[in-house]
């Protein structure tokens, strides 16, 4: 999976650029915070029906069947996390003893949307090499990673 998603990494991060510009732009004006979260499941599956699992202000968006970023609305770092975190519980109820990977960004004023989701991709690179599955995986957490080592 790591060279697929190599290899459409650009084109996935074009498109997640494209569609949060809204989110962004809400973000810039108004202050509303928002987080992304990129999930992957190694295995040929299909992640919609983590759909049911998100608000209505939300949105999913598909890359393939079993890749997909999720915009939470109106979520500071803290509430991002913990939607990411019960978002992920819910999906592994659904696909028991698979490799679920899952990454979280969240706006930041010192960060472009352009580098939010770049460190998003970052994020989803480093879980997969390193086999940090079923867990959610943000910045903190990689800075912990590397000094364990």
């Known amino acids: 999976m790591i060279d697929d998603f190599s290899e459409h ?4 991060q074009e ?30 599956n299909d992640l919609g029906a983590s759909a049911k699992h998100i608000r ?11 890749l997909c970023a999720i915009i939470f609305d109106n979520t500071n770092e ?13 999906i592994q109820s659904l696909f028991f003893a698979k490799h679920l990977y899952m990454a979280v960004v969240t706006s930041h ?8 989701i770049h460190d998003l991709f ?5 879980a997969l090499t390193n086999h940090m599955d079923n867990l959610v ?6 800075i912990q990673h590397q000094q364990s080592v």
């Open 15 to 44: 498109r997640l650029t494209n569609v949060s510009v809204d989110y962004h732009y809400k973000f810039t004006r108004y202050q509303a915070h928002y987080s992304i979260v990129l999930a992957y499941i190694t295995e040929e």
């Open 109 to 116: 004023h010192d960060k472009s949307q352009f580098q939010m």
């Open 56 to 66: 209505e202000s939300d949105l999913l968006i598909f890359f393939k069947p079993n």
């Open 137 to 142: 995986v943000d910045s903190s957490q990689v």
């Open 122 to 126: 970052d994020l989803i690179s480093y």
């Open 78 to 90: 803290e509430q991002g996390i913990k939607a990411a975190n019960n978002l992920l519980s819910r």
């Open 9 to 12: 990494r650009q084109l996935f």
